[in-house]
């Protein structure tokens, strides 16, 4: 009798084993089993794999700064935790990556878990058959997608199937930054309407605010036409060629009625000369060199551009009573947006080899791997470190320990499915963190671009250019606003356009967004 006890006890363990293993079973009954225990893979993966020993993964991406296996602990906690052995290749130039990427898919060589540029390079992957439909394996990642969010996985939805994993969203970094000190000096307040936003910005650049005796700075600098982004959320549009829900509609910002009176008012703006010149010039950081140089008083940055202690102690050589100060922004007849925000933007997009669907066993690893780096101990894990040797926890409250800046800057390259952006930005950055904060919580537009694919026929490269200038034109007057209908009309009818709004308003449609 004993004996019998014990053999069902053993039985019973080997259809638990099997039950939580891919392979051992499939069916209705494998996807029930897997979504009750999807909620402990997250925290507790180790037994997934414990009865088949380490399973090796291939996986690459863009990245840097890897340090090798033996000195990797990330590599060794999530080996430890999942029962895995990463191999984990990096490539930092994006243009090795594509070469290595495309290499060896068309060799069958498939890495385990591979990264993925865009939308654009996904949806060239999907129609070559390469990469597996994940939609019929969604509850096996449940603890992915309650870290990433339901919304999230739209981003790699194409044609109703989901394709791949995004990275968790982000949060916005962009403000108007502006020289408190320039302001004192003329005696005048931040700006809080688009009216006094061109007072100051008129006077930084007429009233010698660096007292140098020369009329020598500029009111606000930026790169490309993203230096209006809070003008036109002013005025309730977002950036050129963006779509939104507005009064309940689905609508692109070439076709607001208000973007008119946007580009009027910049027009304003350009007037007054106090706009540097050289905006839709200005390169990489170009601008934000301008701004350290004392050589504008507003700027469009992001915070770590401008806040990061590097760029902070630039600055006070240049002049150490310097004040950069983010401002809230402008008033203006369509509201207060600071620019857009991307709803459908991601930092990241991881995809599986259609391949690997005959391998179960590997197949439900890596489903263990990014299900480890979605749940509360992996996701710690790949943020910050070794607790206790990286960082310390009393409560919720993560406190860095001196080896995290030392050790642990490489963390990142395994977060496969993102990262809780505040939290972790502020316990990163914690110097900067009023800056991440006031950031994050400026009002936007919530735009819908991120979740578009480029339809047959159509070059968003040369509609983008042909878009900028012939904005330039308006803003630079060189083009009347009267004929910014004639300008739409010679988009639609040169560039394809009306097929990408036809093809972009039946995605979002079917995305649920503007039915």
Known sequence: MKRMKAVAVMLSSIVLICSVVAGCSSGNSSNSMNKKTAGALGESIAGSGESSGPVK??????????????????????????????NLTVYASGDDYKNQLNVRLASGNFPDLFQVSDRAALKQLVEQGLVLDLTPYTDKLQPVKDFIGDESLKKTTIDGKVYAVPKAPSIPYNTYWIRKDWLEKLGLQPPSTIDEFLKVVKAFAEQDPD??????TLGLTGSKLSTFAPIFGAFGVGDPNTFYIKDGKLTNSLYDPAMKDALGFIKKLVDT??????????????????????????????????????????????????NWIQLAPPLGPGGQHDGPYDLGGTTGIYAIPKALENNKDKLQKVFDLLNYVSGKEGSMLVQFGINGTHYNLEGD????????????????????????????????????????????????????????TNPEGYNPADTIRFIEEEFVKFIYGKSPLTKYDSFLKTLESSMNFKTYMDASTKQLEELGYGK
């Open 57 to 86: 993964l291939d996986i690459i991406e863009t990245g840097n700064n890897l340090p090798t296996p033996d000195k990797d602990f990330i590599k060794q906690a999530i080996d430890k935790a999942i029962q895995s052995d990463l």
């Open 211 to 216: 007292g140098n005796g020369k009329k020598d």
């Open 273 to 322: 000369g106090a706009v540097d010149p050289e905006i839709m010039a200005n390169t990489g950081l170009q601008h934000q060199e301008k701004a350290i140089k004392g050589q504008a008083g507003i700027i469009w940055v992001d915070w770590p551009n401008l806040s990061k202690d590097q760029f902070t102690e630039q600055i006070k050589k240049v002049n150490p009573n310097a």
């Open 397 to 452: 409250k993560v406190t860095p320990t001196e080896l995290m800046g030392k050790e642990a800057g490489f963390t990142w390259l395994y977060q496969f499915t993102g990262r809780p952006e505040m939290t972790y930005l502020q316990t990163k950055f914690a110097p900067q963190s009023k800056y991440i904060q006031f950031a994050n919580s400026q009002p936007r537009i919530q735009i819908l671009n991120g979740f578009l």
